[in-house]
């Protein structure tokens, strides 16, 4: 083998290792740049999962609500023309009876006041 084209070839190698270094460094610089978006992407990807998530348990708790609601529509549509029918429908309350409901309406009124009647309930105080 020459001399020069031992030469030749340690030049092709030595420009080959070159490019190939500058080739490793741009991936390296460009994958360290891109970095902050691909947590980023990660971080809203996580956090739509989340919000699917949640969106997914609360329609499930409408629906325990729905089914709930449903129920006991149908329990009060079978009692109460069944207590208008009673003999004793007419009936005044026991005294101690009826403050006993009387004080069960004032703290249900007083834990969720919200409720049908309890508005007209603090009117009448």
Do not use: H, K
């Amino acid at each position: 083998m020459s001399a020069r084209l031992a030469l030749s070839l340690g030049a092709l190698a030595a420009v080959v290792l070159v490019c190939l270094g500058f080739y490793w460094s741009g991936r390296r610089d460009g994958a360290a740049a891109e970095r902050p978006r691909t947590e980023a992407a990660l971080a809203r990807a996580e956090l739509a999962d989340r919000e699917t998530e949640g969106a997914r348990a609360g329609a499930a708790r409408v629906d325990v609500v729905a089914q709930r609601r449903e129920a006991v529509a149908e329990i009060a549509a079978n009692i109460i023309p069944q207590a208008l029918q009673a003999e004793d429908a007419d009936a005044p309350l026991d005294a101690n009876r009826a403050a006993r409901l009387g004080r069960a309406d004032r703290e249900l009124c007083e834990l969720a006041p919200d409720l049908d009647g309890c508005a007209a309930d603090r009117n009448a105080r």
